[in-house]
């Protein structure tokens, strides 16, 4: 056995792929590595999973890892010397109806913009790659030549030599049955042995990595569901190169196994594990068969390929697996405890996962921030709901059970609902509204007349009239959005604003009253957070951000803050309902309301100021995110109900109505404000987005990513943010759609949507070119999108679609 050392600078805890693989990825880098598994390398969930390796996500990043996954284990076993079992045979997934092949079109068209080359077959031409499915039902099929499958328990030992081979030092049967922290930071780990010093630690404990974390304060939400799975003797007509197979429809997939098949779904009902905890000696241990669950899945799988019905058994797999609330996995650096990372949840497609995964968390442990934009699987994308472990086991279940539904445009979940409400909750639900929910609060999207129904489309939804009338009320007359849900903060201290200077990209030190939109920005100058503040007093500014970026931009601002700083970030968000009040007529509501000036000389556009409102003072921030004339309402939340009755009824004269986000969603899109998470990140630049205006370079004032932007600003820009728009007016743009200039791919569509003052489809997305891209490059080209794998002709345009003094793109 190896002998434990005193200290290393980089502990992983758990021994699984994922672990394996930081351990290898920080190894290959020269970092001091020790990793300590409890029971045996892959002995919690990696040694019975399945090990389809599939690659395209909705997301660009994501895909961009999975297919480091399909490059590394590609090369590993020559590296090693250890056979991993990979093979790259395709995958194919089948559409069996016509919305499933809307999406599965749509899914190619993301792989293009990607560069992914993904084939659309027909089900002849799908039958042909794959002979022994049934294909009566088969509308057609995409066909991705670059997947694979591996054995799982091998690729992860290929990581574990590799690992080895480059330094790290690799224990098993050694348990973490404690932990030491220092000044908020983890310094170590405790184990039979001893204690361990170490500058950062990994989490990657699989099924137990919640329960380890908890021990420090930090939330991981995971839940542990049952996942079962049949391995077939040899079945004539299975051969070595069959591709795997994703049959959603009927909630299947395969692959092929020494001359058999793997068969398992994702079934509606799935079986959560029983127990607060899994038994930490639950190492290489399945579950007992449960045939009676598996025989709905078992005859789906049977109308595909009907020679499993005379093909032997020769095992069943029931495993247990970590999933979590939204499907996506997690990684990052806690936002509890600094320097404590994790890497868990990983749905069942851990094996795809894995290497890249490994690759982005290593670095992020390394250099102290990740490779790249990596929200969808970011751990601070939670929030105040996801600590409570029947919550996420509720949300969690749905999720599972949703893994092979068509993914609807805008899709709700529904379980777990309602939990966070505002004030005004009821008296909306009266009126119609129809609620999304976020970080678990709930959010009017939309106010439903008799006969409107919340229907999914990939073209024109139920609530597409509904939006259409609350986006040209906003226009043409007013509208009061219910915007509780913004997160909130106060910055206080005698060194608010050199601290906020430090961290905000525009110019913050200004008057009392002053309103600042600002990004925040990373060391390579790419946008962190997008938000709004508030001066309030010398020693305190209001922040207002959205809704899920919560605990993501107040991990940004605390862990910002300069060392020696006396300003302290305070969460109150609980503390105040917001009401936002926009539209032509928005001022002659609220001067009815108010005996204060509101007039644009005494309240101008970007300053704020408390007002009396009908009985209260209220915080009034004139700004827009809807492109009118308009004020933000940050009221006390006992007095919320009063001011929204008081508005309405002011109101009822001047064409007021109630809307919700996805006409908030639909007006931006039309002035072309820019979302957080869709058209910026920490990919980009404030420069590449067309947001230099909103940076103090003029000065010089040191802030957070300055020294990167003045590179930038002497370099070419390697992509720039614009918009499209298309003429037809039935054609629908949902996000990722592939940017043609010229008859060439030069990006994707971030965001799309439907313009309801202009009449047609809108959308924002990066034109990229390797040699540089201006304002010339962009406007000289002609453009098309491909949707659903037809390509439409777009114009582009730099400035906005709309303007509300009556300026319009024409196309």
């Known amino acids: 056995m190896t002998d434990l050392p005193a200290a290393a600078r980089v502990i992983i805890v758990g021994g699984g792929i994922v672990g394996c693989s930081v351990a290898y990825h920080l190894a290959k880098r020269g970092v001091e590595v020790l990793l300590l598994e409890r029971h045996q390398f892959t002995s919690g969930s990696t040694w019975h999973a399945a090990g389809l390796v599939g690659q395209l996500r909705a997301n660009a990043n994501i895909t961009r890892l999975l297919g480091y996954s ?28 016509q919305d499933r092949w809307i999406e599965v079109k749509r899914q190619a068209t993301t792989a293009r913009s990607f560069g992914l080359d993904m084939h659309l077959l027909s089900p002849a031409e799908a039958q042909a790659l794959w002979p022994l499915m049934d294909i009566g039902d088969v509308v057609g099929a995409a066909f991705l030549p670059s997947d694979g499958q591996a054995g799982p328990g091998d690729i992860a030992q290929a990581l574990v ?91 299947t997939y395969y692959k092929e196994e020494v001359g058999g098949l793997v068969m398992g779904g994702y079934e509606p009902n799935p079986i959560p594990w029983a127990h607060p905890i899994v038994p930490e000696d639950f190492a290489f241990r399945l579950l007992e068969d449960d045939w009676d669950h598996f025989e709905p899945i078992m005859q789906l799988s049977l109308g595909r390929v009907p020679a499993l019905a005379k093909a032997g058994i020769k095992q069943m797999i029931n495993g247990l697996e970590s999933f979590t609330p939204d499907g996506n996995w997690i990684i990052g650096e806690a936002p509890e405890l600094r320097n404590l990372f994790v890497g868990a949840g990983f749905n069942a497609f851990g094996i795809a996962s894995a290497g890249g995964a490994g690759m982005a968390l290593a670095e992020w442990v390394a250099d102290g921030e990740p490779p790249f934009d990596l929200w969808p699987v970011d751990i601070r994308r939670f929030g105040r709901n996801h600590r409570d472990p029947s919550w996420v086991r509720t949300r969690t279940l749905e999720a599972y059970a949703k893994h092979y539904a068509i993914a609807w445009p805008n899709e709700e979940y529904r379980s777990g609902r309602p939990l966070r409400r505002s004030p005004l909750y009821d008296r909306l639900a009266a009126k119609g509204a129809v609620f999304g929910e976020k970080l678990g609060f709930e959010r009017p999207n939309w106010f439903a007349r008799a006969g409107e129904t919340e229907r999914y489309s990939f073209t024109r939804p139920g609530w597409f009239d509904a939006v259409g009338r609350e986006h040209r009320a906003c226009r043409e007359s007013a509208a009061l959005f219910d915007q509780t849900s913004f997160a909130k903060f106060l910055l206080v201290g005698r060194d608010a604003e050199k601290a906020l200077s430090w961290i905000a990209a525009n110019d913050v030190a200004r008057p009392a009253g002053s309103v600042i939109y600002t990004q925040m920005l990373n060391r390579q100058g790419g946008i962190e957070c997008d938000l709004t503040a508030v001066r309030l007093a010398e020693d305190r500014y209001y922040l207002v951000t959205g809704t899920g970026f919560a605990t993501h931009d107040a991990d940004w601002i605390h862990r910002s803050i300069p060392a020696g700083c006396d300003a302290t970030l305070v969460d109150v968000t609980s503390g105040h309902a917001v009401l936002a009040l926009m539209g032509p007529n928005a001022r002659v509501i609220l001067q009815a309301l108010s005996p204060d000036d509101l007039g644009n000389a005494g309240f101008p556009f970007a300053t704020a100021r408390e007002i009396r409102l009908a ?20 009221i006390p939340v006992e007095f919320a109900v009063s001011v929204y009755e008081a508005l309405c009824a002011a109101g009822a004269a001047h064409g007021l109505v109630d809307a919700g986000y996805r006409a908030i969603e639909s007006l931006r899109l039309e002035k072309g404000y820019r979302a957080w998470g869709a058209d910026i990140g920490p990919d980009h630049t404030p420069f590449m987005a067309g947001l230099g205006w909103a940076v103090k370079l003029k000065g010089l004032a040191s802030f957070q990513g300055r020294d990167a932007l003045e590179r930038a600003a002497a370099a070419p820009l390697p992509r720039l943010l614009a918009g499209f728009a298309v003429a037809d007016p039935a054609a629908t743009l949902l996000g990722r759609e592939t940017i043609y200039r ?70």
């Open 742 to 811: 010229d008859g060439q791919p030069v990006g994707w569509l971030g965001s799309g949507g439907f313009g309801y003052t202009l009449g047609h489809a809108i959308g924002w997305g990066y034109v990229r070119n390797a040699e540089g891209v201006d304002r010339d490059f962009v406007l000289s080209g002609q453009y098309e999108l491909e949707i659903a794998g037809d390509r439409i002709p777009a114009q582009v345009s730099l400035a906005p679609f709309y303007d509300p003094k009556g300026e319009r793109v024409k196309i």
């Open 615 to 634: 009985g209260a003072l209220v915080l009034a921030i004139r700004l827009t995110y809807v492109g009118e004339l308009g004020w933000e309402l940050h």
């Open 161 to 251: 030599k590799g690992a080895r081979m480059a330094g790290a030092v690799l224990i098993e049967h050694m348990p973490v049955t404690g932990f030491r922290v220092e000044n908020g930071a983890i310094s170590g780990v405790v184990t039979p042995a001893g204690i361990v010093t170490c500058e950062k630690l990994v989490l990657c404990g699989g099924l137990w990595t919640a329960a380890l974390a908890a021990q420090l304060g930090v939330a991981v939400p995971l839940s542990a569901v049952h996942h079962q799975y049949i391995v077939t003797e040899t079945i004539p007509g299975v051969t070595s190169n069959l591709p795997t197979l994703r049959d959603p429809d009927r909630l």
């Open 70 to 97: 399909v490059e590394l284990y590609g090369k590993l076993e020559a590296e090693t010397g250890y056979a991993t079992g990979w093979k790259r045979n395709g995958g194919l997934r089948l559409a069996c109806n």
